[in-house]
């Protein structure tokens, strides 16, 4: 059984949310601005989420067991139906109880399933700031395939830094996935494999 599971979000999310987008440790893994953000407007832009999903589709992530509780929160953005591609928003695991390495995965395996197989889409991208060697390791470990590097792209912490861009083929992902790859040990162990690669990095 996976530990974890998406629904769509409901109006008192904006409480966690909140929480931890004004969390300053949690806001440097991602690869956005930080600024802070009042409860008021959260509790908008959460029911603004619930009802305009036509093209962003946000969704909580939430412990499969008996307490249900929401632990993060991932979206999918700029949806376009015809030429069917997505852009990956980003995966926030703001429970710091949750982030284990088997959450994590199965959070994003579970993540670009629903993109390919639900939402049909052809590729899906999304970038992470170079110096994320998390986000670069789990972006290999599910073979996204690097497309390239945008220069200065993000003002962050007072300096801006270069992003890379991560690409996957619908043809790829179904690849993979039927030959077993998105196993949750496979990819626990390809990740251990490339912490290793990238430690001294």
Known sequence: MKSIFFRAFEEDDYILINKWRNDTQIQSLTGGNFRYVSSQMEKEWVKDKMFNNTKNIYLAICLNDESRKMVGYCSINDIDYINRTACQGG??????????????????????????????????YGNSLVEHKLTRIMCEASFQQHEGIGRQAVYKNGTYHDIYFWGLLREDYFRHKEAGDYDTDKMVKRIVELRKKYKNE
């Open 91 to 124: 995966l926030v695991l703001g429970d710091s109880d949750a982030c284990d390495g088997t959450t994590w995965v199965e959070a994003v395996t579970g993540f670009i399933d629903y993109e390919f197989s639900q939402l049909n889409m052809n590729r899906v």
